[in-house]
């Protein structure tokens, strides 16, 4: 089992920044792929951004350009930075991380952005 503890998220406004952070712990040694996806009101959970034990990312088109994923290996921890934020952009963030061919959740953090 991968317990998985999401810390950052808030209120903020139009055009500001925030960075999520997720922490990794338990059976957290072979962890592939670790990332962020997030749900708005009525609407199916979405791609942000992942990143792999080896550095590869993906990014949703929505957050290209806005946002990087980051990661540290030895600590088991990921990093989402996001700039610009968009009202759009409110939702709850759910921490992902793939061992073996499972995939670990996290209980999610709230991302609110004012107009």
């Known amino acids: 089992q991968v317990q998985l503890v999401e810390s950052g998220g808030g209120l903020v406004q139009a055009g500001g920044s925030l960075r999520l952070s997720c922490a990794a712990s338990g059976s957290s040694s072979s962890i592939n792929r670790m990332g962020w996806f997030r749900q708005a009101p009525g609407k199916q959970r979405e791609l942000v951004a992942t990143i792999t034990s080896g550095g590869s990312t993906n990014y949703a088109d929505s957050m290209k350009g806005r946002s990087t994923i980051s990661r540290d290996n030895a600590k088991n921890t990921v990093l989402l930075q996001m700039n610009s934020l968009k009202p759009e952009d409110t939702a709850v963030y759910y921490c992902?991380?793939?061992?073996?061919?499972?995939?670990?959740w996290g209980k999610g953090t709230l991302v609110t952005v004012s107009s």
């Open positions: 992902l991380a793939s061992r073996y061919g499972l995939d670990y």
